[in-house]
């Protein structure tokens, strides 16, 4: 992204204001559902391809406050597998106040993590969310 695209998103996000943190899902009940059922769709995913989350690599690109980060944590992936890139540096200070040691974080452009890196699975942004309907 050019310097431009980065600080037009940035502003984005700066209008949101408070409507930028992230949601409590646990006290509404559909939206808490409905993260449950995206829950078993990942978890069913990685069944039926054979993958053992507690040995591969995944780099979440937009985790923003690293809400995905630690459900990932809770079904197994090992801090030291799992890393996070953000564009916005005070969700990447936020979700490391929240999240255990171990778990490595990006900030700024995705597209400027070193090629070099290799991950395993690499979800995007609300990507999880559209995971149900592909049914892999």
Not at 2 to 13: D, H, S, V
């Amino acid at each position: 992204m050019t310097k431009n695209e980065i600080e037009l998103i940035q502003e984005r996000y700066a209008r949101r204001g408070n409507r930028d943190l992230p949601s409590n899902t646990y006290i509404c009940p559909y939206a808490y559902m409905s993260w449950q059922e995206i829950e078993r769709h990942i978890l069913c995913l990685f069944k039926k391809h054979g993958i053992s989350i507690s040995d591969v690599t995944l780099l979440e690109i937009g985790c923003g406050y690293g809400v995905n980060l630690l459900w990932l944590l809770r079904i197994g992936f090992l801090p030291q597998n799992l890393y996070g890139n953000e564009l916005l540096d005070y969700r990447v200070k936020a979700a490391l106040k929240s999240l255990p040691q171990g778990i490595t974080f990006f900030q700024g452009d995705a597209m400027n993590i070193d090629e070099n890196h290799r991950f395993d699975i690499t979800p995007s942004d609300d990507s999880f969310y559209f995971y149900i309907k592909l049914r892999i």
